[in-house]
């Protein structure tokens, strides 16, 4: 007889077949009288009898030997002795996610090398303290006080490429990490009822204070390993498809919705596009629109163009601190308009891709706070932030009817790009693609419209009070404030380390001040100045210090003014002190005489007229221009009233010193004067003249003030009065004091 060939037995309830000529027969009673132990060791001896025609052959019989194969045990994530007492949590059983029985190593961002060579200075410093038993808790606590001041500097100004980075830290918590912080029970939901789990899509239903969530969201590995599990947190149509079934589970059974996005984009692989990744993209979101139930997005990394976008129509959108949300990563916008992924830092600012630039576009509607470092720091402490502000949101959206949420949903969307609901829309923007002829005659005006405006602001500054002269002490302390604000700008820009290399090698390039840079010394100085004042350019950030620049570029601007103007004084009296002496004194002469009130002779009036020629003329010789000249104003009232005047004028000032002291003014006054000997705050200086103008208007009396003036007055005069005249007199005081 042939040999028979056989298969193995599986598991233990299949039956075993055989081959008989061209019949296959089975055997129906495997488990019958027939199955007996082998005296072989692990292997079952199974005597097929002669059926039908094969029970007129003769006795002998066919044994066929197999062995059997251990059962494999199915890896299931739960126990085997779970507490049959156990109420609640065993649900937390039924997830493949469990810690990391190794501890994931730490990762330095380059941003982050400064703030890490100054903490292990400070251990080396404790080490230290601890070996020789000195007492170093002075410097130690003077080193952690600076260390936590550059890490708040640090991360109060970080770029936006910077928050990118920290987005994609390899230590940063997962979408798994955050939700069973937050929640009491979990349990994970897989497939899409088509024939794949997507891993990099992660669905299921928690709890939080006692209600349940359907939970969403994009899952990233912990390890190499689990990346290359979840394929780095990039879905496949099927990990749409998986969040549309939930989604529609849950609209059915009216669970509220919370999605968590954390991808780089939808997996844009061949196979990917062959099985419909757009289509399920798109299916997502137009069913997200008319889900019933309110929904919540928290966007925890980084969330890339449609990928992220798939299951994040929500009511809010709130995103962590150092989150970022684009259309396009800045790497490859950078590689399509720069033609360089070097680029990248400035394709992140202009993308305007941070948590507070979507706010302000009203795309995110809130900022979940980070500890400082980033979300890696401390994951429990951030899950605890989202679970506050999630619960918040749920709490305000439950309260709204189904039409009311619906219609917030697609406003939220629809106002997006400045659409403003029931005002039409040009679906085509015309243009006039023809060149536009130059309007000369127009342009013209302009130009002279501009240099008019410029003539009469310089005719009206010239009627301007000089402005206060700021003194050197205040100078001196600006630009130590200056110095200290730009030393803490290198550090949390991450330029400490180049600053410092720059400086070690100026210093040993040679002691001459006035020796030159080399090209290659002189082209690092340049890259690095450049770098820190495009870092400094960024709008919003390092306010402070760039107000304080510029007013000390404006100081810098007034002294050199004022010594160029006291160096050209100093000149111009060495060099025409003598020619001008005796014109001058004509000149003086003459304005006496208008003064009196005396006629100036035509001989007179010509004499001066060429005095005042020849000083042009002789100005103009050495280079200066003359811009015009201006009549000093003199006084025209005779001798005896402006006696009076004067007596008038000591009288109001005395009385007016009298009411200071009276309501207490001269700490303001004292204050007054030295905000204008610093000159750096002028609106304290109008607001404190203003208040002191005021309090002596109040406190003198008109009337009283009269009868002082006028008793004083003709005391002096003998009893010559001047009624008339002191009115005006008085109420001039009054307004100067």
Not at 115 to 132: C, N, P, S
Not at 182 to 197: F, M, N, P, S
Not at 409 to 435: A, S, T, W, Y
Not at 589 to 599: D, F, L, P, S, T
Request: hydrophobic share 35%; proline share 5%; glycine share 8%.
């Amino acid at each position: 007889m042939n040999s028979l060939p056989y298969s193995p037995v599986i598991g233990g309830g299949e039956s075993c077949s055989y081959v008989s000529g061209s019949q296959i027969r089975l055997r129906n009673d495997f488990f019958g009288a027939d199955l007996r132990r082998s005296p072989f060791s692990g292997t079952v001896g199974v005597l097929f009898k002669p059926l039908g025609r094969s029970s007129a052959r003769n006795g002998n019989g066919v044994q066929i030997f197999a062995r059997i194969k251990k059962a494999q045990k199915h890896d299931y994530p739960w126990p085997d002795d779970i507490d049959p007492n156990l109420k609640s949590g065993h649900l937390s059983y039924l997830s493949h996610f469990k810690p990391l029985s190794v501890k994931p190593k730490p990762v330095t961002l380059a941003f982050e090398k400064p703030l890490v060579d100054l903490e292990k200075k400070i251990m080396d410093v404790r080490k230290m303290a601890d070996e020789t038993g000195l007492d170093f808790s002075d410097q130690i606590n003077m080193l952690e006080n600076k260390y936590q001041q550059a890490l708040k500097d640090l991360y109060t100004h970080l770029t936006p490429i910077q928050r990118l980075n920290i987005a994609r830290h390899p230590n940063r918590p997962t979408f798994l990490d955050h939700v069973l912080n937050i929640t009491e029970k979990w349990v994970e939901l897989h497939g899409d009822r088509a024939g794949y789990d997507d891993p990099a899509m992660v669905t299921g239903i928690g709890s939080i204070d006692g209600k349940s969530y359907m939970f969403i969201g994009h899952q990233k590995g912990r390890n190499t390993k689990e990346n290359i599990q979840r394929n780095f947190g990039m879905p496949t149509p099927h990990g749409y498809r998986k969040a549309l079934r939930m989604m529609k589970y849950a609209d059915h059974h009216g669970f509220p919705i919370i999605t968590f996005i954390d991808t780089p984009g939808a997996y844009a692989d061949l196979k990917s596009e062959e099985l419909g990744q757009g289509e399920a993209i798109a299916h997502n979101l137009r069913a997200m629109f008319g889900l019933k139930v309110p929904i919540v997005t928290v966007v925890i990394g980084e969330g890339g163009s449609g990928g992220a976008l798939a299951i994040g129509c929500a009511n809010k959108i709130y995103m962590l601190e150092n989150a970022v949300f684009y259309v396009a990563s800045p790497e490859a916008c950078a590689a399509i308009l720069w033609k360089s992924s070097s680029a990248a830092p400035k394709a992140a600012e202009k993308l305007r891709i941070t948590a507070g630039e979507l706010c302000k576009l009203q795309i995110a509607d809130g900022i979940i706070p980070e500890p400082l470092g980033g979300a890696h720091t401390d994951p429990a402490w951030t899950s605890q932030q989202i679970k506050l502000m999630v619960t918040k949101a749920m709490e305000e959206l439950s309260i709204m009817d189904v039409d009311t949420l619906l219609g917030h949903r697609i406003k939220k969307f629809r106002i997006l790009g400045g659409f403003v609901e029931g005002q039409p829309v040009d679906p085509e923007k015309k243009r006039n693609m023809k060149k536009k002829e130059t309007d000369l005659s127009q342009a013209t005006a302009d130009i002279e419209a501009e240099i008019e405006n410029i003539k009469k602001a310089a005719l009206e500054a010239k009627g301007k009070s000089p402005a206060p002269t700021i003194s050197d002490e205040a100078v001196e302390k600006l630009r130590q404030e200056v110095d200290k604000e730009m030393t803490n700008a290198f550090i949390s820009m991450g330029l400490q380390e180049k600053l410092e290399a720059l400086k070690m090698e100026l210093s040993k390039s040679g002691n001459s001040p006035d020796q030159t840079l080399g090209p290659v010394l002189k082209e690092k100085v340049d890259r690095l100045m450049q770098e820190f004042k495009h870092n400094l350019s960024r709008p919003g950030s390092y306010m402070a210090l760039k107000q304080k620049l510029e007013m000390l570029s404006e100081v810098s601007k007034l002294q050199e003014l004022r010594l160029k103007g006291e160096k050209l004084k100093k000149e111009l009296n060495e060099k025409l002190q003598e020619q001008v002496k005796d014109k001058i004194e004509i000149l003086r002469k003459a304005r006496e005489q208008v003064a009196k009130g005396e006629k100036l002779e035509e001989e007179e009036i010509k004499e001066v007229e060429k005095v005042k020629k020849e000083l042009e003329e002789m100005l103009k010789s050495m280079s200066l221009e003359v811009v015009g000249l201006t009549k000093k104003k003199v006084p025209t009232a005779p001798p005896v009233l402006e006696k009076k005047l004067k007596k008038a004028d000591e009288v109001i000032k005395s009385e007016i010193e009298k009411v200071i002291d009276m309501i207490g003014l001269r700490g303001k006054i004292d204050e007054l004067k030295a905000e204008i000997s610093s000159g750096l705050n002028k609106e304290k200086i109008e607001q404190l003249d203003k208040e002191i103008r005021e309090e002596i208007a109040a406190a003198v009396d008109l009337n009283e003030l009269k009868r002082k003036v006028e008793t004083e007055i003709k005391e002096e005069n003998d009893g010559n009065s001047a009624d008339a005249p002191l009115q005006e007199t008085v109420g001039a005081g009054k307004a100067s004091g």
